[in-house]
């Protein structure tokens, strides 16, 4: 038996079922075709169906405000913007995440310092966070990262403490909660994203919830070009963009948000109960999930795999055979962000960031764990699967670790 699978093994494939995202019916197609016959496409004035979508998503979370914008980049970058940082004003961020985490701080003339995440969650380390603050610490973007809330109770805590303001990245979070609270809401704003593989998808967009009205209303004009309530077409207040939504993505994340309760229900029922299933499987541990975590939206299905459990099978070799054995799911990052050439080279273009900045030297031990040896995913359209196709994961998962043992 070889121990590299490929995608050619499809007759052996122990899960039978396809998993197919986006999720959409008759009701979508027609909301889009409204707008279109409508012809009021674009979204000049952020109104219409852009500001229906906003007020449904704000009371779906619980906040006061939501605001719109292009993609989940530029919805975290506003909401930094908009909290005041200024040039040269240190945010700490985790590693272990998306490039747009860390980049939106530089494209704010800000500089990144990474705390690295806890072995447990692979969430930002609370533990960690106090040595990494200076004077120039003004914020924390905490990423719920693939739908697992952060320790925001200790967050908030250092936060108030020190004065900080806290983003919530929660791209992966939507529907998520913490405590019973609904994450984005608990820091001072939250972003998500609606590119196409997150669970509340348009194809692309982002939106910043808060309760702050300062925050809010400085989205709401840097989006729209630095225009003002009230304000002429031809007049600019602030230094912003044309960041706007259209109405057609608009209609449709009001037709999927109407999805959303009911998918996360399903992933989260899903998520526990393989868990269960994967209790007795040496050499594999899910994240831990602490009592606050109450709701995760299990973008990704994650755990941790040891080869030694595995007859020495690299990570990678061992997501290409559950690939093949039609589980849906990757090997994540290949390393933490700061390897990244944009930060070891600081490739920084025209932004202004202070020359005695050097990631070359920075080291978080955990990220580089998960991300060379440790993390695996499960994609979040495969937890919206069956109890049964939970049970044919772990199936897979064991039928590999025998396998490999038997090459020994
Ligand atoms: C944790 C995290 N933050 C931010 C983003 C950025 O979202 P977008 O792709 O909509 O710009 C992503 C996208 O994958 C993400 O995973």
Known sequence: MALMKTSQDQSEKTVSSTFLWPVFDERDVQAVTEVARSGAWGNPDCSGLVEKFEKEFAEYCGSRFAVTCANGSVSLRLALMASGV???????????????????????????????????????????????????????????????????????????????????????????????????????AGSFSFQSSKNLNAGEGGIVVTDDEQIYDRINSLRNVGRVKGGMWYEHHYLGCNYRITQFQAALLSSQLKRLEEQTIIRDKNGRYLTELLR?????????????????????????????????????????????????????????????????????????????????????????????????????????????????????????????????
């Open 86 to 188: 200024r040039p040269g004003d240190e945010v700490i961020v985790p590693p272990y995440t998306f490039i747009a985490t860390a980049s939106v701080v530089i494209e704010c003339n800000c500089v990144p310092v990474f705390v690295d995440i806890h072995p447990d969650t692979y969430n930002l380390d609370p533990g960690k966070i106090e040595e990494a603050i200076t004077p120039k610490t003004r914020a924390i973007i905490p990423v719920h990262f693939a739908g697992l809330a952060c320790e925001m109770d200790a967050i908030m805590e250092i936060a108030a403490k020190h004065n900080l303001t806290v983003i919530e990245d929660a791209a992966h979070a939507h529907g998520g909660t913490y405590r019973g609270k609904m994450l984005g809401t608990i820091g001072h």
């Open 280 to 408: 007795d499987v040496k050499g594999l541990t899910p994240l831990w999930r602490s009592a606050e975590a109450t709701r995760h939206t299990y973008h990704l299905y994650m755990f941790r795999y040891d080869k030694a459990h595995f007859n020495g099978m690299s990570k990678r070799d061992f997501v290409a055979q559950l690939s093949a054995e039609g589980v849906p799911s990757s090997a994540g990052y290949p390393y933490p962000l700061y390897k990244q050439a944009v930060f070891q080279e600081k490739n920084f273009m025209c932004y202004a960031i202070p020359e005695d900045v050097d990631y070359t030297k920075v080291y978080c031990a955990v990220a580089e764990h998960a991300c060379a040896e440790e993390a695996v995913w499960i994609l979040q359209h495969a937890m919206l699967g069956t109890l049964q196709d939970m049970e044919d994961f772990a199936r897979a998962i064991r039928k590999i670790q025998n396998e490999a043992r038997s090459v020994a």
